[in-house]
């Protein structure tokens, strides 16, 4: 009799809710541990190529801490596509801006570039204040 390695598909997914406080996190950090959990990392039955990750709510993105001088010195880059179209804005001007959209690149970079990493990345929800639309998921809390 032969035996088989089990792979998992994606319709073994449980997809639990979690809500992760980023006060005072440390974005990196929570970026990491964030992209695990959309990834199902955390899953014994994790499969590269399957989608067994949880959704992820993220809170108080305005409140993210950035060690050294990152606040000013780094940046973010987008492009019209006309030439002499690229935009550059530093990461303190943008947590005053658009704070979620900080914590959502941090994220997507850790994410595999290819389909499954797109299918991952809407199960991210990232909020700038204490409040969120997903009580009726009933999401657990996740420390970082």
């Given at each position: 009799m032969k035996k088989y390695t089990y792979s998992a598909k994606d319709?073994?997914?449980q997809n639990k809710w979690w809500v992760v406080d980023a006060e005072g996190a440390i974005l990196g950090r929570l970026a990491s541990q964030v992209a695990a959990a959309l990834r199902g990392k955390n899953n014994p039955l994790y499969t590269p190529h399957a989608d067994l990750g949880d959704s992820v709510v993220v809170i108080n993105a305005e409140k993210i801490v950035?060690?050294?001088r990152k606040m000013e010195q780094k940046n973010y880059y987008r492009h019209s596509?006309?030439?002499g179209g690229l935009k550059t804005i530093t990461a303190?001007?943008?947590i005053e801006k658009r704070p979620e959209d900080v914590v959502r690149f941090a994220v997507k970079g850790m994410l595999p570039k290819n389909s499954l990493g797109r299918r991952l990345y809407k199960k991210?929800?990232?909020y700038a204040g204490e409040q969120h639309p997903h009580e009726a998921q009933q999401p657990e809390t996740m420390s970082i």
């Open positions: 319709s073994d997914n950035l060690t050294g596509g006309y030439t303190k001007k943008l991210l929800k990232v």
